[in-house]
């Protein structure tokens, strides 16, 4: 998790702002967990590296 946290950027991260596409952020969470080889099964642990603000 210290590794996925480190490449977020706060930009990268989904707040459920108005034009903050929900899909293109998963696909940045998807590709971040390929880069640092966390299986499939385990997203649902790390969905919250991912939000920030109002969606967090």
Do not use: H, P
């Not at 480190?6 to 696909?27: A, M, P, Q, V, W």
């Not at 640092?36 to 649902?44: F, P």
């Amino acid at each position: 998790m210290i590794d996925l946290v480190k490449i977020y950027t706060n930009e990268d991260k989904f707040g459920g702002e108005r034009y903050d596409i929900l899909d293109s952020k998963i696909k940045i969470f998807e590709a971040y967990y390929r880069i640092i080889g966390i299986l499939q099964q385990l997203y649902y642990k790390m969905y919250s590296v991912m939000l920030k603000d109002r969606a967090k």
